[in-house]
């Protein structure tokens, strides 16, 4: 498994050199840069085709990606009118665009270079290389913890060039959960869910290896990674996901809709113990972790209502300043759709919203008719659930991969390009 072409150079080395980037300090950087320079090829390619090029080789997009480049174009839009409105001043407002040139940009930018040759598979056995270098790791951030060496080993000097936080760019061993006392890990991370996240993505990246030994190690690694995250939704959603995703693959199919329909019966005819149990699960959901999930709770409702009330349309720009009530975590973080919501308005919400549905459509129709577009849906189901728990703007610089395989997704339904006049197909000798 090589590289064959410049694209799948820059893909292999930014995901098998993760762990290095780690230590260094620069996977933030690493993750933020890759989408551009993918785009840089892309624009040099297209700069060279001529009347000559092949019709097949010529670079297309899937009508789905104008959905991603309008709906983060106007992200920057409300960005920019709400500084304006709220007076934040010039140096904020570059500080802004260049967080959403790391975070929403990405979106746009991974939606176009799908059409670039880099093998799917290619992406798979990275994955699984990442998912070696944790069963490796972990066992040494847990002899750190036993030695009592420092929770966080030292922070890069490369946080100079910007960015969210610290946490970015340091290493650390582990973590303490404040609720349980337990331990967490976050390995490469910045926080524990945001590994969880990646180990979702990877399980789902790792069962398509092909290679046995690869395959085992992918699975092993990735549920691991989601086991020391004490993540829940981490652990919960590749069983979840798997479920909805071959649901979505073959709703078409009788036995799966005379299924849902009596699922629907008995579901209809039992609510009341139905909805009991499902308070029930909440509960025991929520008492794994109670003061993370009010902290979440109440950081909904103030970015919930400081929207409203403040700035309904465009948002407030920036994140807010959190009261002791939340632990002084920002307003507007943790959560993708009140993050939204509270920055950018009821306008950035529906650039998220409209080209997550254009996606999900095209994925549901199209889907099972390409070679990865199951994994794609699958990609799509995982970043929509954690829209619910996560902030996706933060973390585009971790989770790129997946976008980068619904990029392929969109593009592998484009109808084929008929060969050029003139092009006569090599069959052999046989007429």
Same mark, same amino acid.
């Given at each position: 498994m090589q590289p064959k072409n410049p694209e799948e150079t820059l893909v292999w080395g930014a995901l098998v050199g993760t762990y290095l980037f780690w230590l260094l300090g620069a996977l933030y950087i690493v993750g933020s840069a890759i989408g551009w320079l993918l785009l840089g090829v892309w624009c040099s390619r297209w700069w060279r085709e001529s009347s000559t090029t092949p019709a097949a080789e010529r670079l297309r997009w899937p009508w789905v990606v104008w959905p991603w480049i309008l709906g983060m174009i106007t992200m920057e839009v409300a960005l920019i009118i709400a500084h304006i409105h709220f007076d934040l001043g010039?140096?904020?407002?570059?500080?802004?665009?260049?967080?959403?040139?790391?975070?929403?940009?990405?979106?746009?930018?991974?939606?176009?270079?799908?059409?670039?040759?880099?093998?799917?598979?290619?992406?798979?056995?990275?994955?699984? !290389?990442?998912c070696l270098g944790s #069963?490796?790791?972990? /066992? %040494?951030?847990? =002899? @750190?913890?036993? !030695?009592?060496?420092?929770?966080? #080993?030292?922070?890069? /000097? %490369?946080?100079? =060039? @910007?960015?969210?936080?610290?946490?970015?760019?340091d290493v650390s061993l582990y973590e303490i959960d404040p609720d349980s006392g337990s331990l967490r890990y976050r390995l490469f991370a910045p926080w524990g869910p945001a590994l969880g996240l990646m180990g979702d993505i990877y399980f789902f990246f790792a069962w398509q290896e092909t290679n046995r030994f690869w395959r085992w190690v992918g699975v092993i690694g990735s549920l691991l990674m989601c086991w020391v995250s004490a993540s829940r939704l981490a652990i919960l959603a590749v069983p979840t996901v798997a479920v909805i995703t071959w649901l979505l693959l073959n709703w078409?199919?009788?036995?799966?809709?005379?299924s849902l329909g009596v699922s629907i019966f008995l579901g209809s005819v039992s609510a009341a113990s139905v909805t009991q149990e499902v308070q029930l699960l909440e509960q025991d959901f929520t008492k794994v972790r109670p003061s993370s999930s009010l902290v979440r709770q109440y950081l909904g409702e103030i970015a919930l209502y400081r929207?409203?009330?403040?700035?309904?349309v465009w948002g407030h720009g920036v994140v807010g300043n959190g009261p002791h009530l939340v632990?002084?975590?920002?307003?507007?973080?943790?959560?993708?759709?009140?993050?939204?919501?509270?920055?950018?308005?009821?306008?950035?919400?529906?650039?998220?919203?409209?080209?997550?549905?254009?996606?999900?459509?095209?994925?549901?129709?199209?889907?099972?008719?390409?070679?990865?577009?199951?994994?794609a849906l699958t990609m799509l189901v995982i970043l929509f659930?954690?829209?619910?728990?996560?902030?996706?703007?933060?973390?585009?610089?971790?989770?790129?991969?997946?976008?980068?395989?619904?990029?392929?997704?969109?593009?592998?339904?484009?109808?084929?390009?008929?060969?050029?006049?003139?092009?006569?197909?090599?069959?052999?000798?046989?007429?």
């Open positions: 010039l140096g904020s407002l570059i500080k802004s665009s260049v967080g959403w040139a790391k975070g929403w940009a990405l979106l746009a930018v991974f939606a176009m270079v799908g059409g670039l040759k880099v093998r799917p598979t290619l992406i798979y056995r990275a994955a699984c !290389i990442i #069963l490796i790791f972990y /066992p %040494l951030c847990v =002899v @750190g913890h036993t !030695i009592h060496l420092p929770r966080i #080993l030292y922070v890069s /000097p %490369l946080q100079a =060039v @910007g960015g969210p936080g610290p946490e970015f760019f078409q199919r009788p036995f799966v809709l005379i929207w409203w009330h403040e700035a309904p632990e002084f975590m920002p307003i507007g973080s943790h959560q993708t759709w009140f993050g939204l919501l509270f920055i950018k308005g009821f306008v950035g919400a529906v650039s998220l919203a409209v080209p997550m549905f254009c996606s999900f459509l095209v994925m549901l129709t199209g889907a099972g008719k390409t070679q990865t577009g199951p994994v659930l954690y829209t619910f728990a996560e902030n996706l703007e933060t973390l585009a610089y971790l989770y790129w991969p997946a976008l980068l395989i619904l990029s392929i997704a969109f593009h592998e339904q484009l109808p084929r390009t008929p060969p050029d006049p003139g092009y006569q197909e090599d069959r052999g000798g046989l007429s």
